[in-house]
């Protein structure tokens, strides 16, 4: 049986919505007997990252720029261990249903990363998550699932997350009269 997609990207991260794009896309690797390249893009400006210190350098205390530095780099050294932990568990947690997955961390602009990614390794489909961002939010903050939809090489299945979806406006009722 020939099945449409036989290397499936998934794009995760540390949230809710990436635990349901993972299980999701295990099903999915299951059912089409295909196998997943787990993918955490790490971003000093995501909101998993270790916060960002901006000491003057011209400060009071000598040494003071110096020292924050080094203990920013210890922090994000340790933030990307835990990532690679984090996915090795997840690509076990894959094996032990009898899918084939790999997993990749990359530093990076997260749309842009999964496009090459993507491109790269030869996926068939990327699996993401939609946080719901729309109108002054999304221009603002980006959509990395808006922007893979529009350059991706291959498929895209986005997964809306749970509670995302949007509840329909109520309507005025029309009422008719019979004379």
């Not at 099903?27 to 787990?38: C, G, H, K, S, V």
């Not at 340790?78 to 996915?87: K, N, V």
């Not at 690509?91 to 961390?105: D, I, L």
């Not at 999304?138 to 350059?151: A, Q, T």
């Amino acid at each position: 049986m020939f099945s449409p997609f036989q290397k499936i990207l998934v794009a995760l991260d540390r949230s809710d919505m990436g635990q349901q794009v993972f299980e999701r896309a295990v099903i999915l690797a299951q059912a089409q007997q295909a196998r997943l390249m787990l993918l955490h893009v790490m971003s000093p400006m995501d909101g998993e990252a270790p916060p960002m210190m901006y000491p003057r350098p011209d400060g009071v205390y000598p040494g003071i720029y110096e020292e924050a530095i080094k203990t920013y780099a210890r922090q994000w050294e340790a933030h990307e261990r835990e990532g690679l932990q984090w996915l090795q568990t997840l690509a076990e947690r894959a094996t032990a249903t009898g899918v084939t997955a790999e997993y990749t961390q990359n530093n990076g602009v997260p749309g842009r990363t999964i496009c090459a990614i993507a491109n790269t390794w030869g996926a068939d489909l990327i699996v993401l998550g939609r946080r719901g961002h729309s109108g002054l939010s999304e221009m603002l903050l980006g959509s990395v699932s808006n922007y893979v939809l529009h350059h991706a090489p291959c498929s895209v299945l986005t997964i809306q997350g749970k509670g995302n979806v949007a509840e329909p406006k109520a309507t005025e009722s029309l009422t008719t009269s019979s004379h």
